[in-house]
């Protein structure tokens, strides 16, 4: 059997999972709590009870990566995390006070993107984006093989590049973003939208309150509402990739987070069109690659842990 490397933990809304990752990025071993809402007392000592148990069956005190959604600061500093219902947390501190050994703390689709590009579909790609389509969405950029934080911590928040000023609201409280037109939450207001013409013809009318996930299975069907619905978030996404590849050139694009491969058989193709349109000297060029993410809901573990034995290793000076 392979050597356990680190322990990955990611924290999302509903639960807390824990994996022991090898150096290749194979998950050994696996652990998981609902996450406490609302309650930052109940969630640290929830974690700090998952590291130790985790820690035991692997028998020694491995670095610990953190994946967290919400924006957190390079010194681990939950500043705003909604999804969890925690603001200005300093689980990375906490943390360092509290258990022996390295802990590191990042944004989720951040540490997700590290994973992808270490074992999953990102491998021998040095410049990736991933962007995860989930009821939100979320980004992670690697850049020449590192993950990229930016000054604060704050980098890859992809889905609050604004594609159409003043357009839909936004969770955020700005609008535009992307986030409005094609995470699993936009796709089902898109579809209410149209549903508003009762000339529509449409199985989505006979749902009580629709949901991204009933637009998908609709489609599925053949539903013509849903399919337009997909195709017309596929634009609007591919929009907001072009903007992204002017600015950071990746090889690979990857489309990751519950979303994503229910919705990718019609959102994919309207997505890379509208991307190649915008993109400056689309003629002189090869755009990138726009995939599915392979890990599915691996990746935040496996990246985190990633994150861990690697920062582990740099301060060791090996
Ligand atoms: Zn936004």
Sequence with gaps: MSEPSAIGIDIGGTQLRAAIVDDGGTILERDRRPTPADDRASLVSVIEELITRIRERAGAALPVGIGIAGLVTREGTVRYGPNIGVRNLTLGKILRSDIDGHVVVANDASVAALGEQRAGAGQDRRDLALITLGTGIGGGLIVDGRLVTGATGFAGELGHVIVDEGGRPCPCGNR?????????????????????????????????????????AAAEDGDRIAIEVLEEAGH?????????????DPQIILLGGGA??????????????SMVERLVGADWREAPELALAVLGDDAGVVGAAFLAGEHARTVQGR
């Design 176 to 216: 535009g973003c992307i986030e409005a037109y094609a995470s699993g939450s936009a796709l089902a207001a898109l579809a209410r939208d149209r549903l508003v013409d009762p000339s529509v013809v449409s199985r989505l009318r006979d749902l009580e309150q629709v949901s991204g996930s009933q637009v998908t």
């Design 260 to 273: 994503a491969q229910a919705a990718a058989p019609w959102l994919l193709e309207p997505a890379r069109a």
């Design 236 to 248: 609007w996404l591919g929009v907001a990739l072009a903007s992204l590849v002017n600015v950071l």
